[in-house]
């Protein structure tokens, strides 16, 4: 059964950083891509970057770029989710996915939130 954990959420003063990590297990290979999504209160899911192991192209979403940096970790399916700059607006829950195939395994999310 693959399982998807997401770590490293927190507290953070504006202008800070925080690093996510997140982990897929439970998977017989190596996954097709992973992502970060968020959610503030109020608002829809949004995807924030993605990474494809293939060839590890990695994108940064527009509200994120030049801040958050996306790339894999040392063991294996894993990436984490580098955050700079922090802005209030960057407060919500994080969620990491690992797709496979056509299917994408969500984890349980993680907080983020920053304020002063």
């Known amino acids: 059964q693959v399982q998807v954990v997401e770590s490293g959420g927190g507290l953070v003063q504006p202008g800070g950083s925080l690093r996510l990590s997140c982990a897929a297990s439970?998977?017989?290979?190596?996954?097709?891509?992973m992502s970060w999504f968020r959610q503030s209160p109020g608002k829809e899911r949004e995807l924030v970057a993605f990474?494809?192991?293939?060839?590890?192209?990695?994108n940064v979403q527009d509200p994120v770029k030049g801040r958050f940096t996306i790339a894999r970790d040392n063991a294996e399916n894993t990436v984490y989710l580098q955050m700079d700059n922090l802005k209030t607006d960057d407060t919500a829950v994080y969620y990491c996915?690992?797709?496979?195939?056509?299917?994408?395994?969500w984890g349980q999310g993680t907080q983020v939130t920053v304020s002063s």
């Open positions: 990474l494809m192991f293939d060839n590890n192209a990695a």
């Open positions: 996915t690992a797709t496979l195939g056509v299917r994408a395994y």
């Open positions: 439970g998977v017989s290979r190596t996954v097709d891509a």
